[in-house]
């Protein structure tokens, strides 16, 4: 299971709304808004993913 680094949702690579790749890392979305707003701003995501719960955004 992969962790939707905007939301903090677990997600089957497998069966994943959306993917993105980025610094050669693909990375794996319960939604297209998820998706959107990583693609905007990866950094801000990925900066505070240690510190981040899930929190249900979709």
């Known amino acids: ?3 939707d680094p ?3 949702m677990k997600v089957n690579e497998n069966d994943a ?3 993105s790749t980025y610094n050669g890392q ?3 979305f319960c939604s297209k808004h998820c ?3 990583f ?3 990866p950094e801000k995501y990925l ?3 240690e510190d981040k719960g899930h929190t249900h955004c979709c």
Do not use: E, L, P
């Open 17 to 19: 709304f959306a993917t």
């Open 26 to 28: 693909t990375y794996y």
């Open 39 to 41: 693609d905007k701003n």
């Open 6 to 8: 905007v939301c903090g």
């Open 47 to 49: 900066k505070n993913k």
């Open 35 to 37: 998706q959107i707003a």
């Open 1 to 3: 299971m992969a962790i």
